[in-house]
Nanobody, 123 residues
Framework: QLQLVESGGGLVQPGGSLRLSCAAS????????IGWFRQAPGKERDFVAV????????SVADSVKGRFTISRHPDNNTVYLHMNDLKREDTAVYYC????????????????WGQGTQVTVSS
């Protein structure tokens, strides 16, 4: 069964940092661009960041630019979302997803999703 698994979420104070990880089960991530999305309670799921299969290109949403970065582990089978200077409005369930499109920001262009990991920013 092909699936993605997110980890690294938790409770963090405003201004803190977290690193989320996305790993694959049943297939390798190395050939796929991987994106991160988030969904806050009562809101739609929003694009956060995406990285190319090689790691050479990436795109980050304006709402998190300068605070969040996306990267791939050198073995190319784990993708990270590095989140710094976290704000209360970053509280959401964070999902990673695989795509065959080039750096899409539309969730409809992603084919395989993880179950999500909760990030809560609160003092």
């Amino acid at each position: 069964q092909l699936q993605l698994v997110e980890s690294g979420g938790g409770l963090v104070q405003p201004g803190g940092s977290l690193r989320l990880s996305c790993a694959a089960s049943g297939f390798s991530l190395e050939n796929y661009p991987i994106g991160w999305f988030r969904q806050a309670p009562g809101k739609e799921r929003d694009f956060v960041a995406v990285i190319s299969w090689s790691g050479g290109s990436a795109s980050v949403a304006d709402s998190v630019k300068g605070r969040f970065t996306i990267s791939r582990h050198p073995d190319n089978n784990t993708v990270y979302l590095h989140m710094n200077d976290l704000k209360r409005e970053d509280t959401a369930v964070y999902y990673c997803a695989a795509t065959t499109w080039r750096l899409p920001t539309n969730e409809k262009q992603y084919d395989c999703w993880g179950q999500g990991t909760q990030v809560t920013v609160s003092s």
